[in-house]
């Protein structure tokens, strides 16, 4: 049997939903509402989890909140093909609150790569190489993500060339 880390319990609890999405719920409501719940484990691993270096606590945060932002992006993806079929004639503009935490997530995966970089990585590189990368990788996936959600929106409001 499989031993989860403690630190399983309460990401669930903080990012998780346990009710189903209401059905007036649109895609953007449920981007907005997953994006809400990324931003505040991407706090949660900012100011309580890396600090401390715990490598098995970095990884259930995030890979809850690559979760969340994957989910997000699939919903867009969704609800845009939808829309192609009913023909629209006007390009669906993102409400602030999505952009806003679009924005947020991409100020705070910047910081998390950064802090990476210049804190855990050498150290997690000495005690396991493997966990180095992957630790790496899901990181740069995770800002990887959010940059292209902040293209898109930024493609949408007709900022990008």
């Known amino acids: 049997m499989i031993e989860l880390h403690p630190e399983t319990a309460k990401v669930k609890a903080i990012l998780s939903r346990e009710e189903a999405y209401p059905d007036h719920f649109t895609a953007a409501d449920r981007i907005e509402e997953r994006l809400t719940r990324f931003r505040t484990g991407l706090v949660h691993v900012l100011t309580d989890v890396l600090p401390h270096g715990d490598k098995e606590s970095i990884s259930c945060w995030l890979s809850q909140m690559l979760l969340l932002v ?3 992006n699939l919903d867009a993806e969704k609800d845009k093909a939808a829309k192609g079929n009913h023909l ?3 390009t669906p503009q993102p409400s602030q609150g999505v952009e806003h935490d679009v924005k947020i997530a991409c100020k705070y995966s910047d910081q998390l790569l950064d802090l990476w970089d210049a804190h855990l ?3 997690l590189q000495a005690a396991n190489p ?3 990368a992957r630790f790496r990788t899901l990181i740069s996936e ?3 993500t959010v940059n292209r959600a902040d293209f ?3 493609k949408a409001k007709g900022r990008t060339q």
């Open 70 to 72: 994957d989910m997000a």
């Open 88 to 90: 629209a004639t006007t």
């Open 121 to 123: 990585d050498e150290k």
């Open 130 to 132: 493997t966990a180095a």
């Open 142 to 144: 995770l800002n990887d």
């Open 152 to 154: 898109r929106l930024d």
